[in-house]
């Protein structure tokens, strides 16, 4: 993709801070001090507090640095230093490393189709290494763009295994982030655990929620006029994890169960996608069981 | 208002035509002709059914008749022989009768100072005849603008009493609907009885839901995305009823709480007041627990 | 794609009127008549006048009849008599037969990568028979789903000839419709007024606009907050035809003239795509310069 | 209002800051090390710039500083040299100060009764000191709630002195903000001078525009799809000053044009009230002919 390296090119110098650490005065101030003592302009930064007294704060910085290549060292050195004195958790991301991502599929393909519309337009901000599907029905679509597709069917009795030999796969395409494009299968806290607010799910609901089996048939029987659709890091509790991105769309009477579910498939492949983009360009910063998102 | 009065003159001729039942071939063909031939023309139809096979028919007709105010009784005489032939649930509404409405209030003032300001500007299709508040707050608003306002506190003791006392007020001015612009009160099945699909209710709701307790502090803690509102009617399972209409409104991580539930409240009225219009004007049918809008 | 082939299969006893003629008292009555009595059951329908006197009238209307297939002519004969009688322009649609469609593009691929997805999903409600591009650039998409690309580069000198060999192919292919996806050539009136309402335009705007050169520019720099999307029927009148459907995207002040135009296309598509829908679900009734949408 | 007075309580230690000036390596590190030092906690903090090289730098902080009473003038003292150093434009704004605002009314009553309901509720995060009518018609609606209105009709011969008895109200009341709430007079060159970024009006527009006269009827016999509202900042270039908001409503074909009348005036309260609280929260900075908006 020409466009990717385009881009790249142009973000060479450019570096991405997040900072997330406990509120104390003189935050900004030191960390936008070091920054500047190293020749590193600040483009774009957003801050928030949870609250001045006690509270929590998270910081992005897009910055632009001539021959960051050869300073990134010395720079990520300053602020092993500044970390350790304010309680600091943070990463620094440069503009020509982009994600790896790998996406992880099932049967249904609109959120898988979605996300290579836009990788072909060299639009997702991230680079897609490989799929891995618990089926088989989406190869076509992976090979045809020429992504590497890996077929690993599950049973209950092989599933530990076959997420022992999906790790080395990752491991193997050094993915950044894993996205769960429709993937029916759980994975395990095991798993999880290696991609802690790394792994992004899709999943539709309803206004007000339908718990339970049947959500569509039981929202279409009750005549809801909104679909929605929930991007959401993965954590232990099902579908319980940090939200990145909600949206909805309209329902009229006369659309039938079916097209109930094809509007929720529009509605979650546009969810995904801008909550895969966002991560992707180092916008969100999880905390505790929600995300700030600096969009 | 000489709004209202303008809109009245203008539709003096207008009819407009709601009907339910049983599908089976020749309904619309009945229907259409039967107006024909009492010299009505057709300006707008709606029609739906649930399913071709053993389905629900729908339909709502807006017509223009001159003369129509003699014409009346025996259009609708006409069609009481129709609905014995095809099981019709049917009614009549004329242009020149507009909605009367009563709302029922507790201390939260942006439902009704919504309704009131486009009642102020002739735009809500129907006419406030008065409020019940079970609070006093609310009071200044209503008499400002002329509308009398009744204070009926409740107490678990006064409850059966204060209903009785609402529904002869509700009977001492003809009321057609009432609106529960977040009354903090929960109606009895015997009231509710009196004025089945009569009676509209917004309420705010979360994607997924936060079911129990403080959904707003909930909400906030898992930092959704998005606060929306439901209007419905109102049946004897609490905020169960057929859902009228929804929509949401986006948050950002900088909002506080108190913003939340300053956000849940722009929608709320928002939501509330298109509901009131679709109601007003006729374009709502509920069925089972669902409703056809012809918006 | 099966799935197209089993919409196909449940639709066979699915058929679509559409109605357009100046209005009068009855032609509901007689429309609804002649269908009852060759045993259409009417599933749903939308009528809509521009105006009681001396207006036009509208209407579509979806029937459901066993044996369709046979009682085609005789149903569309009963309707050769009507049309004369009220002055009726009428098209039957039937469920089992569904739109031919050819794509036009030059350079850009969001507008077709959209139709090629929805396509495969089998939801596009119509059948992509071939692409024809004036530049090769998105050749690989196109074949790659087995669809045939035709590159014909235009010149000034070469125009008239190569519409000529389009009209050729869009004979061949027996194509009912033309969608412009982002194809950045004028067609001349000539091949135009070979299909009247069948050629579908995208094109992005801005409120409020900025006529002339550099829209996006322009918008830029006045710092706009919303991009805009429009899909239209082509005419003679370059980007003045009837309007199919419009939306919005949000813009912020952190975006660049490259974001906006990335969102741009997100919105183009989208748009594109309700526009295509609809009119393969012929849910469209053109009207002078404008639509009538039955969605 | 005492809502006004909780709200102003509260935030009697808050401070917003907003700059603008020329970018240059370290303005972010100096600000927040200089808020430091005067024990500034900064909350929430958002910057940006136009371009690394040769652009502008856009900050808005919002702190919390005990004792901010007393402290505030060695804060500003402090800021006075900063900003000759780096060519600053610069404000500081305290939370225990609310907007002043003006608002200028002609006949028409929507965006009016929409301020005057969120300041009833205390959500304006501001004071609406007076209004100012070229007509009387509105005169009720302010007086009901105890704001002064002054009517001062205009021809064009008294054009000139009534703007002279208009800047002597304002300045009486000490006004910051004007509010041109569907006021159809044109502001001259000389009045706006006084007011720089300080008076926001709403207009209507819509996707294409229609430029000159009857904008609506020429947007209804083409059939749009949508509406759109723009609030901005007056400048000599009527309507065309910085955008601060936009947004839109949707239309349907059986909308006549006085619905699309009613539809513009909702989707013009909306924009404007968002234009005004955004203002009223310092959240805007305008920069040539665009706006930054810290939302």
Chains 1, 2, 3, 4 share one sequence.
């Not at 050195?77 to 991502?101: A, R, T």
């Not at 996406?103 to 979605?114: A, D, R, W």
């Not at 929720?264 to 360009?281: C, D, F, T, Y």
Request: proline share 4%; with cysteine.
């Amino acid at each position: 993709m020409t466009l990717q390296h385009d881009i790249k090119e142009k973000r060479n110098n450019r570096g991405i801070l997040l900072i997330s650490c406990p509120d104390r005065p003189g935050i900004v101030s030191k960390v936008s001090t070091t920054l500047f003592n190293h020749d590193c302009n600040i483009i774009d930064s957003n801050q928030h507090s949870t609250d001045p007294e006690a509270g929590h704060f998270f910081l992005r910085i897009e910055f632009e640095c001539s021959d960051l290549e050869h300073k990134k060292s010395s720079i990520e050195k300053s602020f092993q230093l500044l970390s350790e004195i304010f309680d600091m958790k943070y990463s620094f991301n440069y503009g020509n490393e982009s994600q790896s991502l790998a996406i992880f599929v099932s049967k249904e393909n609109h959120c898988l189709l979605e996300l290579l519309l836009e990788w072909q337009r060299g639009d997702l901000l991230g680079d897609i290494k490989l799929v891995i599907g618990n089926h088989e029905d989406l190869k076509e679509y992976v090979e045809n763009v020429n992504i590497p597709f890996y077929y690993l069917p599950i049973t209950r009795e092989t599933k530990e295994e076959v997420e022992k030999k999906q790790l080395e796969l990752l491991k193997e395409y050094e993915i950044d982030t894993i996205v769960l494009a429709r993937y029916m299968q759980i994975l395990s806290p095991s798993f999880i655990e290696h991609y802690p607010c790394q792994i992004i799910n899709i999943h539709h609901s309803f206004l007000p929620a339908f718990v339970g089996a049947n959500p569509y048939k039981r929202a279409y029987e009750r005549g809801v006029k909104l679909i929605g659709a929930t991007a959401h890091y993965v954590t232990d509790d099902l579908d319980e994890g940090p939200i990145i991105e909600q949206d909805i769309e309209r329902v009229k009477h006369h659309h039938e169960l079916s097209d109930l579910k094809k509007i929720g498939s529009q509605v979650e492949r546009k969810v995904l996608l801008k909550a895969v983009k966002w991560h992707n360009s180092h916008r969100i910063i999880p905390f505790g069981n929600k995300t700030i998102v600096f969009d």
